[in-house]
Nanobody, 126 residues
Framework: QVQLAESGGGLVQTGGSLKLSCVAS????????MGWFRQAPGKEREFVAF????????TYAASVEGRVTISRDNAKNTMYLQMNSLEPEDTAVYYC???????????????????WGQGTQVTVSS
């Protein structure tokens, strides 16, 4: 069982930046595929990025590539999502998730993840 807790969301103007954090209850974060998803009101949960620490694979959604970066701090059992050049379309609740490798095509799907955090709200004003 893995517990995840996100933080770092907030209100930011267009073009601004935020750094989201996801603290895991396990010290074996590297054993999991870690992902970020987001969900805007009235929309389905949407893939943002995932990382396979074991083989060094990071995949970003086309809508955010070049603007977001995943990183981690092993000592703190924490994963980060640095988001730059934010746009109003990025407004959503952002979730981190943990799961096991099912292949690159499947890891963009929420159903591929076993553990979820409670989410953190990101609001980008125009």
């Amino acid at each position: 069982q893995v517990q995840l807790a996100e933080s770092g969301g907030g209100l930011v103007q267009t073009g601004g930046s935020l750094k989201l954090s996801c603290v895991a209850s396990t010290r074996s974060v590297s054993n999991y595929i870690m992902g970020w998803f987001r969900q805007a009101p009235g929309k389905e949960r949407e893939f943002v990025a995932f990382v396979n620490w074991s083989v060094g694979i990071t995949t970003y959604a086309a809508s955010v590539e070049g603007r977001v970066t995943i990183s981690r701090d092993n000592a703190k059992n924490t994963m980060y999502l640095q988001m730059n050049s934010l746009e109003p379309e990025d407004t959503a609740v952002y979730y981190c998730a943990a799961g096991f490798w099912r292949g690159g095509r499947l890891m963009v799907l929420p159903a591929s993840y076993d553990y979820w955090g409670q989410g953190t709200q990101v609001t980008v004003s125009s």
